[in-house]
C-alpha cells in the first residue's frame, strides 16, 4: 500500500506540474484510417500534444475538439496553432520540426502571443527557454518530462555506451534487412539493455516520466512474460528490427531531437501546412476539462472518439468515473459513431462489464458495442510507434 501511494503520488506530480508529452506518441496513420473521416464528423480527441489533432484535420471533418485535463498540454496546440497561422513555413518548421530557434523572443512576442489564451501566455512566458539552441538540452524535444528522458537516454547513448555512430546508422538504413544486420552485428541489445536501464525501467517514477501510471505497469506484470522490462526490450527491438524506420518520426525525434523534412508528422510538411493555414486549423477547438465534462456541456453530437490510453488509467483508479464517461459518451454520441483506444494490456477487460444507462434500462457497454478486430489487428501491427500492449476499434450499435 505503501508503495502504490508514493507510485501515486509521483505520478500526479508530473503529470499535474508538468508538461509531459511534446509530441503525441500514437500513430495518426492507423487513426486516421480506422476513422474514415467524412466532411460531417465531429471528433474528440484527447490533446496529448496536440499532433494527431491537427493531423486528423487533414481529411477534412467539420470539427477537432482536442480535450484535456492538463492545460500545459492545450498550450502546446494553443502554441503550435498560433504559430500555423501568424509564421511562414520556415519560421514554423524551425520551431517545431527542429525544436529551435534563435529567434524566439522575437518570433513569440511580435507574432505569437496575441494569438494565445491568457493561461498559455502565462506559461509561455515562464518557459522561454523551450526553444533556445543553447545549453544542454538544446532542443523543444527534451522538454518535458517525456522530453527530460528521451535527453537522459540520449546523454547514456552519446557518453556511457557510445553508440550514437550506430543509431544514425540505424535511422539511414534503407531496408528492414539493413537495420536487423546493424541491431545484430553492433550488438546493440546488449549495449543498450545493460543492468542500469532495466533498473531504470522498474522505477516508478521512470515510467511517470513516460506517462505510464502504475495501473498500466501492472497490466503489463500480470498479463506479459517478463513484465514491463521485457515488453519495452520486445517492444522497441521489434521498432528497429521489424518495422521501416525510415518514416518512423516518432522514434527519430526522441534519439536526435528533432525531425528532418522527408521524416516528419504531416501536419509539419510545407503541403499541409499550407492546407492547415488556409483555414482548416479554424476547426480544432480547445477544451482543458475532462472527457465527461467536455461532453456533459457540450450542444452537440459527437460520431469519432479517440481516447488514447486514459481509460486504463481509470480503470485502475477511478473506476466509478470511466463508468460515467461512457454514460457521457453514449448521450452524445451521433449515429454511426465509432470509438477508437489503446491500452498498456494486452487485453482489455474492465469496458465491456460497464453498467450504463440506455433506453431506460441497465445495459453492458459491451452489449452496445461492435468491435472491429481484425481491422484493429491489421493496424496494430503497422504501428511505428509500438507501445501499446492492443489497440481497439467499435463502432456503437445503440
Keep these: 500500500m505503501i508503495a502504490e501511494r508514493i507510485s501515486r503520488k509521483s505520478f500526479q506530480w508530473v503529470h499535474q506540474g508538468n508538461l509531459v508529452y511534446n509530441t503525441c506518441w ?28 491537427l493531423d486528423y484535420l487533414l481529411d477534412e471533418p467539420a470539427k477537432v475538439h482536442a480535450v484535456d485535463m492538463n492545460s500545459k498540454q492545450n498550450a502546446l496546440l494553443e502554441l503550435k496553432i498560433a504559430a500555423i497561422r501568424n509564421l511562414d513555413y520556415a519560421d514554423f518548421f524551425q520551431l517545431f520540426g527542429r525544436g529551435r530557434t534563435s529567434f524566439w523572443k522575437e518570433l513569440y512576442l511580435d507574432a505569437l502571443r496575441h494569438d494565445l489564451s491568457p493561461v498559455s501566455q502565462k506559461y509561455w512566458d515562464r518557459h522561454n527557454k523551450f526553444f533556445s539552441p543553447n545549453g544542454r538540452r538544446s532542443s523543444f524535444y527534451f522538454r518535458g518530462s517525456s522530453g527530460m528522458f528521451a535527453w537522459m537516454v540520449n546523454g547514456y547513448i552519446d557518453r556511457v555506451a557510445r553508440i550514437r555512430k550506430d543509431i544514425n546508422l540505424l535511422l539511414a538504413a534503407e531496408t528492414i534487412d539493413e537495420q536487423k544486420e546493424i541491431y545484430h552485428s553492433r550488438n546493440l541489445s546488449e549495449i543498450l539493455w545493460g543492468r542500469f536501464i532495466k533498473w531504470c525501467m522498474r522505477r516508478d517514477i521512470t515510467l511517470s516520466m513516460l506517462g505510464v501510471p502504475r495501473q498500466q505497469r501492472d497490466q503489463i506484470d500480470r498479463a506479459y512474460p517478463g513484465g514491463i522490462v521485457q515488453f519495452v526490450i520486445d ?16 522514434w527519430r525525434v526522441y534519439l536526435t531531437g528533432q525531425y528532418e523534412q522527408d521524416c516528419c508528422p504531416e501536419y509539419l510538411k510545407p503541403e499541409n501546412f499550407a492546407r492547415l493555414k488556409a483555414g482548416l486549423v479554424d476547426r480544432v477547438s480547445i477544451n482543458t476539462n475532462t472527457v465527461e465534462s467536455f461532453l456533459r456541456q457540450y450542444p452537440g453530437t459527437i460520431s469519432r472518439y479517440v481516447l488514447l490510453d486514459h481509460m486504463d488509467w481509470l480503470a485502475g483508479a477511478q473506476p466509478q468515473l470511466l463508468q460515467s464517461e461512457w454514460q457521457a459518451i453514449l448521450e452524445r454520441a451521433a449515429e454511426g459513431t465509432r470509438i477508437l483506444w489503446r491500452s498498456a494490456g494486452m487485453q482489455v477487460d474492465f469496458i465491456d462489464p460497464l453498467k450504463v444507462l440506455y433506453q431506460g434500462a441497465e445495459t453492458c457497454v459491451g452489449e452496445l458495442l461492435q468491435y472491429e478486430p481484425e481491422l484493429a489487428q491489421q493496424l496494430h501491427n503497422q504501428d511505428r510507434v509500438n507501445t501499446y500492449g492492443s489497440f481497439y476499434i467499435a463502432d456503437l450499435v445503440a
Excluded: K, M
Aim: hydrophobic share 35%; net charge negative; with cysteine.
Design 26 to 53: 500514437e500513430d495518426p496513420r492507423l487513426d486516421r484510417e480506422a476513422l474514415q473521416l467524412g466532411a460531417e464528423d465531429e471528433v474528440l480527441v484527447i490533446t496529448s500534444a496536440g499532433c494527431n489533432a
Design 235 to 250: 517492444r522497441i527491438e521489434t521498432v528497429f528490427t521489424g518495422r521501416p524506420l525510415q518514416d518512423n518520426y516518432f
